[in-house]
């Protein structure tokens, strides 16, 4: 079964085809994340006016059978409705996946109302996506052919109970799995989410948006000689929570610790690469420790990890170094990075496994749905 993914949350714009819910067959992306990068952040205005831009000509594209996962800044004004529906009259595909939310309003709409035009001129299914459990589905997808080597690599599927760690740029989620769509919240952050305090700190570094991986990418020359040695005393900046026998996390006090390390000083190069090691070990450490404990408690088949924070190397060391010491027997998965940060091929995915068409009709946006709001989806 192929299924069309759209997925328009925030400042991507992406189109993807996914066979059978493993396999991608076009993954297209067009990111207006540059233009943000100007401003320090994203302004929800910009980003819903770039997603008419890019909505049509990235279907059309992910539908031209295109193998290759291809990045764009968002395109230009001249592509039309009217192209795509003069060039694909019948798709080859079984229905249509869509992010009804959470995420901003304006950009969500408009990947939900092109996707509910659709479904009525083709004819097709609509299944509407939680973009959050739709992340954990990256988890699910064959990683995407590079060179010879990887031909034959196949992706070994997730078993249940699992446990997720989502972490994005608004969301912070520990969530158990016994199955698709059987979704039981365990913990998460209090305040802000891993990626936003990773966005907000990088700015007071005077870092690029986004600020998650401006700050690995500092952290790793800092931690390019004598890395073991260095880890053991990044300490500067708190891990609240970690005593307290929850899943818990919270990130808020991070960016006051770092505004006070910096405030007033003229910070060289060198002091950016540090404090982005340390900012960058406070949040994996509670993270970590937190997953670890989750995972002792209930004792999961798989550890899932997903959202774009999960795109970051240390994270996905130090999860399954903690693993591999605890003895613990959950198998960990963690998407290809480019598969954890948005994009539609999970959207397909998710909605492959949890399928669940409705009337076009009955499809709005949520900008605020959580991670277990399943009803009506
Ligand atoms: O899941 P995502 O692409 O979008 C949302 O649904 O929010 O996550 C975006 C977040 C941003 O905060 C960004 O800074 C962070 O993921 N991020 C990373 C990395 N790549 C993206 N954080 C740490 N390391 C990375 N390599
Ligand atoms: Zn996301």
């Given amino acids: 079964m192929k299924i069309l993914g759209i997925e328009t949350s925030c400042d991507e714009t992406a189109a993807s085809v996914v066979n059978n819910g493993t ?37 059309q594209e992910a539908l031209g059978k295109v193998t290759k996962l291809t990045r764009y800044k968002a395109y230009g004004e001249k592509n039309s409705v009217t192209r795509l529906f003069n060039n694909i009259v019948s798709p080859e595909i079984d229905a249509i996946a869509v992010t009804v939310g959470p ?38 997808l064959e990683p995407e052919v ?44 209090r305040d802000d989410a891993a990626g936003e305090a990773l966005d907000k700190t990088a700015r007071l570094l005077g870092l690029p948006y986004p600020g998650g991986p401006s700050i690995s990418k500092k952290a790793e020359k800092y931690l390019s000689e004598n890395s073991e040695f260095k880890i053991k005393n990044l300490k500067l900046f708190p891990r609240p929570l970690l005593n307290e026998k929850n899943f818990d996390l919270s990130f808020s006090g991070l960016k006051t610790a770092v505004l006070r390390e910096v405030r007033g000083k003229r910070l060289k190069e060198k002091d950016i ?52 010491e605890g003895g613990l027997k959950a198998k960990l998965h963690v998407p290809e990075p480019i598969l954890c940060t948005d ?6 995915s998710y909605a492959y496994f949890n399928y669940h068409p409705i009337p076009w009709k009955k499809i709005s946006v949520d900008p605020e749905l959580t991670i277990t709001d399943l009803k009506n989806l």
Avoid: C
């Avoid at 740029?169 to 913990?187: A, E, F, N, P, S």
């Fill in 146 to 189: 590079k060179g010879k080597k990887s031909k034959n690599k196949k992706i070994r599927k997730p078993e249940f109970p699992a446990l997720a760690l989502v972490v994005s740029g608004g969301h912070t989620d520990l969530v158990l799995m016994r199955g698709h769509g059987k979704i039981q919240w365990i913990g998460g952050t």
């Fill in 103 to 140: 995420g901003l309003i304006g950009s969500l709409l408009v990947g939900v109302e092109t996707a509910k035009t659709l479904s009525w001129v083709w004819k097709k299914p609509i299944i509407p996506v939680n973009h959050l459990v739709a992340h954990i589905y990256a988890n699910w």
């Fill in 343 to 348: 994009n539609a091929a999970y959207v397909a």
């Fill in 23 to 59: 396999k991608i067959l076009s993954n297209i992306i067009a990111s207006s994340s540059e233009m943000h990068a100007k401003t320090g952040g994203i302004i929800p205005e910009q980003a819903a006016r770039q997603q008419v831009k890019s909505i049509i000509p990235v279907i």
């Fill in 273 to 324: 690469e540090r404090l982005s090691a340390e900012i960058q070990e406070a949040i994996v450490d509670s993270l970590v420790e937190k997953s670890i404990r989750a995972i002792k408690i209930f004792k999961p088949k798989s550890f899932l990890l997903a959202g774009g924070v999960a795109a970051n190397k240390r994270l996905r060391k130090k999860i399954l170094s903690k693993i591999l």
